[in-house]
Protein backbone atom coordinates (compact mmCIF):
# COMPACT_ATOMS: atom_id res chain seq x y z
CA UNK A 1 0.00 0.00 0.00
CA UNK A 2 3.04 2.38 1.46
CA UNK A 3 4.81 1.26 -1.89
CA UNK A 4 2.01 1.79 -4.35
CA UNK A 5 1.47 5.48 -2.90
CA UNK A 6 5.21 6.08 -3.04
CA UNK A 7 4.81 4.90 -6.69
CA UNK A 8 1.89 6.58 -7.81
CA UNK A 9 3.70 10.24 -5.93
CA UNK A 10 7.02 9.52 -7.81
CA UNK A 11 5.24 8.95 -10.98
CA UNK A 12 2.96 12.13 -10.69
CA UNK A 13 6.23 14.10 -9.95
CA UNK A 14 8.11 12.56 -12.91
CA UNK A 15 5.46 13.62 -15.49
CA UNK A 16 5.26 17.34 -13.90
CA UNK A 17 9.05 17.39 -14.61
CA UNK A 18 8.85 16.75 -17.68
CA UNK A 19 5.39 19.05 -18.35
CA UNK A 20 7.71 21.85 -16.59
CA UNK A 21 11.11 21.01 -18.96
CA UNK A 22 8.84 21.51 -21.83
CA UNK A 23 7.70 24.80 -20.84
CA UNK A 24 11.35 26.13 -19.48
CA UNK A 25 11.56 29.35 -21.72
CA UNK A 26 7.86 30.12 -20.11
CA UNK A 27 8.82 30.89 -16.30
CA UNK A 28 5.42 31.83 -15.90
CA UNK A 29 4.60 28.02 -16.58
CA UNK A 30 7.92 26.37 -15.64
CA UNK A 31 8.25 27.49 -12.25
CA UNK A 32 5.05 26.45 -10.69
CA UNK A 33 5.45 22.84 -12.74
CA UNK A 34 8.65 22.68 -10.89
CA UNK A 35 7.83 23.68 -7.88
CA UNK A 36 4.67 21.65 -7.67
CA UNK A 37 6.96 18.66 -8.74
CA UNK A 38 9.36 19.20 -5.50
CA UNK A 39 6.49 19.62 -3.44
CA UNK A 40 5.02 16.06 -4.53
CA UNK A 41 8.18 14.73 -4.39
CA UNK A 42 8.64 16.05 -0.73
CA UNK A 43 5.55 14.15 -0.05
CA UNK A 44 6.58 10.62 -1.35
CA UNK A 45 9.71 11.21 0.63
CA UNK A 46 7.89 11.71 3.88
CA UNK A 47 5.24 9.01 3.07
CA UNK A 48 7.94 6.59 2.76
CA UNK A 49 10.35 7.84 5.78
CA UNK A 50 7.74 8.55 8.29
CA UNK A 51 4.73 6.21 7.88
CA UNK A 52 6.44 3.03 8.41
CA UNK A 53 7.94 4.68 11.84
CA UNK A 54 4.30 5.69 12.91
CA UNK A 55 2.99 1.94 11.58
CA UNK A 56 6.11 0.64 14.54
CA UNK A 57 7.54 -1.26 11.55
CA UNK A 58 11.41 0.16 11.66
CA UNK A 59 12.71 0.02 8.41
CA UNK A 60 12.29 2.66 5.98
CA UNK A 61 14.33 3.45 3.27
CA UNK A 62 16.56 5.32 5.87
CA UNK A 63 16.43 2.45 8.26
CA UNK A 64 19.98 1.19 6.34
CA UNK A 65 22.12 1.41 10.20
CA UNK A 66 20.12 -1.70 11.12
CA UNK A 67 20.40 -4.16 7.79
CA UNK A 68 23.13 -2.82 5.61
CA UNK A 69 20.94 -3.67 2.05
CA UNK A 70 23.44 -2.47 -1.40
CA UNK A 71 19.83 -1.56 -3.31
CA UNK A 72 18.48 0.42 -0.31
CA UNK A 73 21.59 1.87 -0.34
CA UNK A 74 21.47 3.11 -3.43
CA UNK A 75 18.30 4.13 -4.19
CA UNK A 76 18.84 6.51 -0.94
CA UNK A 77 22.26 7.69 -2.07
CA UNK A 78 20.48 8.69 -5.54
CA UNK A 79 17.47 10.02 -4.17
CA UNK A 80 19.79 12.52 -1.91
CA UNK A 81 21.92 13.93 -4.34
CA UNK A 82 18.15 14.30 -6.22
CA UNK A 83 16.71 16.51 -3.45
CA UNK A 84 20.09 18.60 -3.68
CA UNK A 85 19.92 19.66 -6.85
CA UNK A 86 16.44 20.30 -6.53
CA UNK A 87 17.39 22.91 -4.28
CA UNK A 88 20.01 23.97 -6.19
CA UNK A 89 17.99 24.56 -9.12
CA UNK A 90 15.41 26.33 -7.11
CA UNK A 91 18.13 29.12 -5.47
CA UNK A 92 19.30 29.47 -8.73
CA UNK A 93 16.24 29.38 -10.65
CA UNK A 94 15.17 31.89 -8.02
CA UNK A 95 17.98 34.11 -9.06
CA UNK A 96 17.68 34.45 -12.80
CA UNK A 97 14.01 35.27 -11.93
CA UNK A 98 15.18 37.99 -9.76
CA UNK A 99 16.98 39.13 -13.13
CA UNK A 100 20.07 37.61 -13.12
CA UNK A 101 20.55 35.87 -16.00
CA UNK A 102 24.19 34.85 -15.55
CA UNK A 103 22.62 31.78 -13.51
CA UNK A 104 21.13 30.40 -16.73
CA UNK A 105 24.24 28.23 -17.85
CA UNK A 106 24.51 26.92 -14.41
CA UNK A 107 20.93 26.29 -13.98
CA UNK A 108 21.00 24.27 -17.16
CA UNK A 109 23.82 22.63 -16.09
CA UNK A 110 22.63 20.96 -12.87
CA UNK A 111 19.14 20.60 -14.75
CA UNK A 112 20.93 17.83 -16.00
CA UNK A 113 22.84 16.49 -13.03
CA UNK A 114 19.17 16.60 -11.86
CA UNK A 115 17.39 14.63 -14.65
CA UNK A 116 20.02 11.81 -14.15
CA UNK A 117 19.89 11.16 -10.63
CA UNK A 118 15.87 11.89 -10.18
CA UNK A 119 15.57 9.25 -12.99
CA UNK A 120 17.70 6.99 -11.46
CA UNK A 121 16.45 7.62 -8.36
CA UNK A 122 12.97 6.36 -9.61
CA UNK A 123 14.25 3.46 -11.57
CA UNK A 124 16.07 2.03 -8.39
CA UNK A 125 12.92 2.79 -6.53
CA UNK A 126 11.19 -0.56 -7.88
CA UNK A 127 14.71 -2.21 -6.46
CA UNK A 128 13.85 -1.43 -2.44
C1 LIG B 1 14.59 20.59 -10.90
C2 LIG B 1 13.95 21.63 -11.27
C3 LIG B 1 14.26 22.43 -12.49
C4 LIG B 1 14.79 22.06 -13.69
C5 LIG B 1 15.24 20.67 -14.11
C6 LIG B 1 14.86 23.24 -14.50
C7 LIG B 1 15.34 23.30 -15.80
C8 LIG B 1 15.45 24.44 -16.57
C9 LIG B 1 16.04 24.51 -17.90
C10 LIG B 1 16.63 23.33 -18.67
C11 LIG B 1 15.95 25.80 -18.31
C12 LIG B 1 16.55 26.38 -19.60
C13 LIG B 1 15.55 26.65 -20.68
C14 LIG B 1 16.31 27.11 -21.91
O1 LIG B 1 16.61 28.31 -21.99
O2 LIG B 1 16.63 26.29 -22.76
C15 LIG B 1 15.31 26.54 -17.26
C16 LIG B 1 15.04 27.88 -17.30
C17 LIG B 1 14.55 28.61 -16.26
N1 LIG B 1 14.18 28.14 -15.02
FE1 LIG B 1 14.26 26.21 -14.40
N2 LIG B 1 14.35 24.30 -13.78
C18 LIG B 1 13.98 23.84 -12.56
C19 LIG B 1 13.42 24.55 -11.53
C20 LIG B 1 13.23 25.90 -11.54
C21 LIG B 1 12.71 26.66 -10.45
C22 LIG B 1 12.26 26.08 -9.11
C23 LIG B 1 12.69 27.96 -10.84
C24 LIG B 1 12.26 29.20 -10.10
C25 LIG B 1 12.20 29.32 -8.82
C26 LIG B 1 13.19 28.01 -12.19
C27 LIG B 1 13.31 29.15 -12.96
C28 LIG B 1 13.76 29.20 -14.26
C29 LIG B 1 13.83 30.41 -15.04
C30 LIG B 1 13.43 31.80 -14.56
C31 LIG B 1 14.33 30.04 -16.30
C32 LIG B 1 14.63 30.97 -17.47
C33 LIG B 1 13.46 31.02 -18.41
C34 LIG B 1 13.74 32.04 -19.48
O3 LIG B 1 13.42 33.21 -19.24
O4 LIG B 1 14.30 31.68 -20.52
N3 LIG B 1 13.50 26.73 -12.58
N4 LIG B 1 15.02 25.70 -16.22
Known amino acids: MLNTVAIILSSLAILLIFAGLAVARRPKRHVPLMYAAFAVDMIALAIVELAPLFQGDVDPVSGLAREFEWAKTIHATLATIAVIAYIVQ ?12 QFLPRHKRWAKIFLVFRLLAYGTMFTV
Open 90 to 101: IVNGRRILRGER
